[in-house]
């Protein structure tokens, strides 16, 4: 029996990826879910693990960027970590996605994020779980105090370049990822049931719209895939847009903008979470971290903070991902002793200075306090994040984030 990870392989390994994903359900027979596999593997780079001369497991990772403040930082999305039935538990997923991550530590990003399907798992990795992102579920019909919008175009897969150029041209908050190639809007278009695209072109480019895909043409629910505006007025306009869809449409489902609450342009929402309630257009709110993220290059991501009041400490972090990667790899996680300074400028150099409080964390806490996630001394309760606590008040006072905002599945 050989095992070993390499880098997939177009010709010889792209019907045993199909096959991975069919197993995992994500992709059927059809042409188009093909397409939109073959799509992902275009955005960037994919590893796979080969067992017996066959590729059982694959990780995708693409370029992209992490809005941090204000500063965008390289940072690898992992499209994917899929499992053929013949190798899971025996380390598979796991092995190729450090491998992949000492990849892209080694070619320079600064962070990574992925989408989890359990928490746990991808801890093992370094991960850190995200903020809770609110999902929407309301009749269009109660949206109110709303302008009556312009006639919206009409835009569809064949559009899918302009609509991924304006996803990057939206409107960003601190902690918003940029998915850089435009084959995975292209390949969210085509996996995703009855998509459709409405909004409005200035000149060439589209500047705002609105992505929704369902199961029920007829009724819904409709949800959105992206909200894409760079200004309030652009958003209110896209919120009319939905609003017009009420006379068919009994359900609209979207992720919340941080910036904003739904519940402000919704007539009665409490009447209107009683009157659904228990049926099968029930409307409410539901709230999931589902996304995690993990600092690959600690000089990088320090040096990316900007912060309210100066503080000097030692750091020392446990990296969990070392167990999992290869002897000979370049790259061997962030694990190790720091120290770290706090300011208008940040720096952090190897090794403890005499005489400084010690912070001792994990890197999945130490990412989730830099990302602004949670406060050092809420993950002094919750994680691996431990120090005097005269060091977590200053790290709070230090670190004034807002709530990271990604704005993008991947």
């Known amino acids: 029996m050989s095992k070993s990870i390499r880098k997939y392989n177009a010709e010889k390994d792209r019907s045993s990826v199909y096959r991975i994903w069919r197993e995992c359900g994500w992709i059927s027979d059809e042409k188009k879910e093909k397409e939109a596999a073959d799509a992902i593997l275009r955005a960037g780079r994919s590893f796979v693990f080969d067992h017996n001369g066959s590729a059982e497991c694959l990780v995708t990772s693409a370029d992209s960027r992490l809005v941090y403040n204000r500063e965008g930082l390289r940072h690898a999305a992992i499209t994917s970590v899929t499992t053929s039935r013949i190798v899971r538990n025996l380390g598979a997923a796991s092995s190729t996605l450090a491998y992949t991550l000492s990849k892209e530590a080694e070619n320079g990003f600064a962070t990574s994020g992925l989408g989890m399907f359990e928490q746990g798992f991808y801890n093992r990795l370094g991960y850190g779980t995200g903020v809770y992102e609110n999902w929407i579920a309301f009749d269009p019909a109660w949206l109110t105090d709303l302008p009556a919008p312009e006639v919206p175009r009409r835009f569809d897969i064949r559009n899918y370049k302009l609509i991924h150029q304006a996803r990057l041209n939206r409107r960003k908050a601190h902690g918003a990822v940029d998915l850089i190639s435009p084959e995975l809007t292209r390949a969210d278009m085509l996996l995703l049931k009855n998509t459709f695209c409405l909004g409005y072109k200035d000149g060439r480019s589209i500047s705002h719209c609105v992505v929704m895909f369902c199961s029920d043409v007829e009724q819904g629910p409709y949800k959105v895939m992206c909200l894409v505006y ?181």
């Open 230 to 410: 760079k200004n309030f007025a652009q958003l209110r306009e896209l919120l009319a847009l939905i609003k017009g869809l009420s006379d068919q449409i009994r359900q609209v489902r979207l992720r919340e903008p941080r910036e904003i609450q739904i519940q402000d342009f919704l007539d009665k929402p409490f009447q209107l979470q009683t009157v659904s309630q228990e049926g099968k257009f029930e409307a409410g709110v539901r709230s999931d971290a589902y996304w995690q993220v993990r600092i690959l290059d600690m000089k990088k991501c320090i040096s990316a903070m900007k912060c309210g009041a100066d503080v000097k400490f030692n750091l020392t972090v446990e990296d969990p991902i070392e167990r999992f990667l290869p002897a000979k790899s370049a790259w061997k996680g962030c694990g190790g002793e720091y120290t770290v300074s706090l300011g208008s400028t940040s720096s952090i150099k190897k090794g403890a200075s005499k005489g400084l409080d010690t912070l001792s964390a994990s890197i999945n806490d130490f990412t989730r306090y830099w990302l602004g996630v949670q406060t050092a001394e809420a993950l002094n309760v919750t994680g691996l994040f431990d120090g005097p606590q005269r060091l977590l008040e200053k790290l709070d006072a230090a670190n004034g984030l807002s709530s990271p905002e990604p704005d993008w599945d991947y």
